[in-house]
């Protein structure tokens, strides 16, 4: 009777094996994943330079040579002028120049995805030179530490919320945001596009906006608006063309983006005299610590939505959901371009189209 019984158990086990030992694979590979990106944090931080030293080195460079090249004007890259106080890389310098440009209204920013407050784009606004402003943070333990950071600074307000296109605007109206800030600072590492988009009744004077610089620039690609949370891959946010389109649209020109190639400056056209051309604005690809390092690949492939596609519709099978191989993919046919009316440009067509494929997916 106990050799039956021991001969039954061992065919359950028998057959219960190859999935004990898919789950074993699959812990095992979690567990490299994991050990590989703590090893090059640990690198980085061991063997790259303090991205602050080499922005010093940078700015102490333009100081020397300061005859070789006007220091303010029309023609002027910002990239000289890239300084890391509290900021991550050197958009404390640029936002200082930038606004010197184009003037203060009611000194009064707006930040989101600010964490604890230790590292930050307008930290210095609050912290150096007083400005009144709000900062949103999601992370329960993050925003209590930027509470505790702001209690005595009555003129900082702290929100814990998680941001959404849904519900912004009610939290800058609950926070006494006013019309026109002066500077708007986005960065959640995933829905940045689409929030910035829902902003409507706000006109920042200077958009501060985090891109994802490890896909194509030109491209319009943007994640789909049900993406799940950033997973510290190469996949989230918007490219910088989905950013330069979306902010031609609301009214704003791309002035710079940073030496990192995480953050790009969009300043409102009616602001915009003091600026080089468009063309020449320089657009960076992945450069994090200033060393060309770039976030993990994204082992799963998952696509973007392109704003620009123009993808046959029997390709599809259902518009704006899942084609062959995964993904998203949402078209804009010639027929489409054809109906564009007068005084609308082919770039606000496109788009138009595209969040209406992206509202009927939501639908269904």
Request: glycine share 8%; aromatic share 8%.
């Amino acid at each position: 009777m106990t050799r039956h019984r021991h001969r039954a158990l061992g065919s359950r086990m028998t057959l219960a094996y190859p999935a004990t030992m898919d789950r074993v694979a699959s812990l095992r590979r979690d567990v490299r994943e994991r050990v590989v990106k703590r090893l090059r944090r640990a690198t980085a931080l061991v063997l790259l330079p303090d991205t602050r030293v080499t922005l010093l080195a940078l700015s102490e460079i333009v100081r020397r040579n300061a005859g070789a090249a006007p220091a303010t004007g029309g023609d002027c890259d910002l990239t000289r002028f890239e300084l890391q106080v509290f900021s991550q890389n050197g958009e404390d310098g640029v936002i200082a120049e930038i606004l010197q440009r184009i003037g203060t209204g009611a000194r009064y920013f707006v930040e989101f995805g600010v964490g604890g407050g230790v590292e930050a784009n307008c930290a210095m606004l609050a912290d150096v030179f007083g400005w009144h402003g709000l900062f949103i943070e999601g992370e329960p333990r993050l925003a209590g530490q930027l509470t505790r950071k702001y209690a005595a600074n009555a003129s900082v307000t702290t929100r814990h919320a998680m941001v959404s296109p849904e519900n912004i605007e009610a939290l800058f109206a609950e926070a006494s945001v006013p019309p026109e800030p002066d500077v708007l600072s986005i960065d959640i590492d995933g829905a940045d596009y689409y929030i910035w988009q829902a902003i409507e009744r706000y006109r920042a004077r200077l958009v501060v906006i985090e891109y994802n610089s490890s896909i194509d620039l030109t491209r319009p690609l943007v994640q789909p608006s049900d993406a799940e949370a950033w997973d510290e891959t190469d996949y989230y946010g918007a490219s910088l063309a989905a950013l330069e389109a979306l902010g031609a649209r609301k009214g704003y020109r791309l002035v710079h983006t940073e030496l990192t190639g995480n953050n790009a400056f969009f300043v409102r056209k009616d602001l915009c005299a003091s600026f080089a051309a468009l063309p020449d604005v320089r657009r960076r690809a992945s450069n994090f610590s200033l060393r060309g390092l770039s976030h993990l690949r994204d082992p799963h492939g998952r696509r973007y939505v392109d704003l620009g596609a123009d993808v046959p519709r029997d390709e599809l099978r259902l518009e704006g959901l899942d084609v062959e191989g995964g993904g998203f993919v949402h078209s804009v046919s010639d027929l489409d371009r054809r109906q564009i009316g007068a005084g609308a440009s082919a770039e606000g067509a496109l788009l138009d189209r595209a969040e209406a494929n992206l509202a009927e997916h939501r639908s269904h």
